[in-house]
């Protein structure tokens, strides 16, 4: 079952619930100020949080074999533990019994927003069994905090995917500068993985130190990038594929120029071009993780290529 990892998350949206996401353009770029395109993806996290008789926290996320009592000091294999400590803290939650169930559909390590869309199905559950009250801003906000101690210098993009949803333009900012991107109709995409993990952190600190060895040239491509990403958003709300997907090429190319693809990520938007893609680009922190492919007419031709040289392909409408 080429897809046998990437299970819907129930569609019934009563489970506290984080997005994943995908970036349609302006990835790394949007640490330095630019401006991006992020829309959401059916696959999300959820949480639950309920009475525990024993002391303590209990984590349990069973698809991950994961069944923890939170101990202070303890080296996790899981970020989850450290992002999990931090917002009980901020929370004033870190003495109360209780049992955390995560039900993880987003795939780990993929670029898909794994960690912020857990950190805010658990933010969203505590605050509904403890009844506390959160605007979406604050969700954001803390689940803001434990991306940083998660991905480092995060630009704030997948928090905010992650609490609210939907098709977005975003500007790191304090507040972030954040426009809902209206999508005539529905934009559809072939999800690719490789097999290695996308490990954001590494690659987020790789170009800051590229950027500090030279910023003028680095400044140059982000600057370009911006600009990819604003035309980007007219040919989005115009639904202008081909433009769109000329644009994801060049964005693919400029990242590249940024040493954060890969030969997994170069072959699958390779198969993917071939295979009649409008464009094809890495998306999230590379090095590994997930490519988008824009294909409205041909997705089904685009996911079979990719699966039949071993890697996984999903389909999905972003809207
Ligand atoms: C990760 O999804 C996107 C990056 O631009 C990092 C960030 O914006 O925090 C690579």
Request: some cysteine.
């Amino acid at each position: 079952k080429p897809n046998a990892e990437l299970y819907l998350a129930p569609s019934e949206q009563k489970i506290p619930t984080g997005h994943g996401k995908v970036i349609l353009l302006g990835e790394h770029a949007v640490v330095y100020g630019a401006h991006a395109i992020a829309a959401p993806i059916p696959l999300a996290m959820q949480a639950m949080v309920s009475d525990s008789d024993e002391d303590g926290i209990h984590l349990i996320i069973s698809r991950w074999g994961v069944e923890e009592r939170l101990q202070k000091g303890k080296e996790y294999r899981y970020s989850i533990f450290n992002s999990l400590s931090l917002i009980l803290h901020e929370l004033g939650l870190e003495k109360e019994n209780m049992k955390i169930e995560v039900f993880p559909y987003v795939p780990r390590a993929m670029g898909l927003g794994g960690s912020a869309s857990l950190a805010v199905a658990i933010i969203r559950a505590l605050a509904e069994k403890f009844k506390i009250k959160l605007s979406l801003e604050e969700i954001s906000q803390l689940a803001y905090k434990s991306e940083q101690l998660v991905h480092g210098t995060a630009s704030g993009i997948d928090n905010t995917l992650a609490t609210y949803g939907k098709f977005l333009l975003f500007q790191k900012g304090n507040p972030p500068k954040i426009q809902e991107l209206r999508v005539p109709q529905p934009i559809r995409i072939v999800i690719g993985l490789t097999w290695s993990e996308s490990l954001t952190a590494k690659m987020v600190s790789r170009v800051r130190r590229a950027w500090e060895n030279n910023k003028r040239l680095y400044n140059h491509i982000f600057k370009e990038i911006d600009q990819l990403v604003l035309e980007a958003a007219k040919a989005i709300e115009n639904y202008d594929l081909e433009h769109l997907g000329q644009l994801m090429n060049i964005n693919q190319g400029l990242l590249n120029a940024l040493q954060v693809s890969g030969r997994e990520i170069e072959e699958l938007v390779e198969i993917a071009r071939n295979n009649g893609a409008l464009g094809a680009k890495l998306t999230g922190g590379g090095g590994g993780g997930a490519i988008i492919a824009l294909c409205p007419e041909n997705a089904e031709k685009v996911a079979k290529a990719i699966r039949n040289v071993g890697y996984r392909a999903y389909i999905t409408d972003l809207k």
